[in-house]
């Protein structure tokens, strides 16, 4: 395939990405890990690579789709720094340290991973279970502790970590809109660090194809990025016409399909 197909199928997945994104509400490794692993497969990338070249450039694209939600939230006022501040040096090092564990890991050890947490997700999704609001006061340590583990989860899977540190910051009595808010700050260093260490332990690889950046994908990154912003728009447009069942529940059989594949 030549480097401008390969161009042009990118921003066709970063549009589809993005609509899916807008439409179902999450981003990052849940829609661009699986779509990139197909990619990659068409273009004959090597299987002991492929996956943590689709984690790792997930990453790197949650740093500039990431960055715009985190501003947005700023402006609204829904972060609170006093918890970013507190979970920053924790999700720093989990994050750093979920790299160098997916590296240690065999692509399809890391691919069996994936689709556990992802169906893991489905079910959630399915039984309707959202974070429940809680009480906590954590002190920083329990905070930094929370980072480490949020991180190292994130940075593993190539998620921005909404997934985990919602239902975190909900259980510490943080409204819904400063969690989400919140939230979205915290997936910033995750994603930095985590693709800059992907590039790192990836860099020199043999098996790497044209374009890698060590474990990031450089024309999938720019493609993602040009086409996922906008078209997450016209997810969001979609998601306000459809029921929420409809969306709940189709959002979950997708992932389902997803898992299996990667488990099968």
Known sequence: MSMLSLLIGYLVLGAAAGTLAG?????????????????????????????????????????VTGASSAWGHHRR????????????????????????????????????LFGIFVLLVAAKMALGRGPRAGSLQPGRLAMGLAGVVIGAVSALFGIGGGTLSVPWLTRCAAPMPVAIGTSSACGLPIALFGAVTFMVVGWGHPLLPTGALGFVMLPAFFGIVLASVPCARLGVFLAHRLPARVLRLSFAALLTAVGLKFLL
Request: proline share 5%; glycine share 18%; charged share 5%.
């Open 23 to 63: 439409l179902y509400g999450v981003g990052g490794g849940l829609i661009i890990v699986p779509a990139l692993i197909v990619v990659f497969d068409l273009q004959g990338v090597s299987p002991e690579v492929a996956m943590h070249l689709a984690v790792g450039t997930s990453l790197a694209t949650i740093v």
């Open 77 to 112: 006022g829904s972060i609170r720094p006093r918890w970013f501040l507190a979970m920053l040096p924790g999700l720093i090092l989990g994050a750093i340290a979920g790299v160098f564990v997916a590296g240690s890991l065999a692509g399809g050890r890391l691919g069996t």
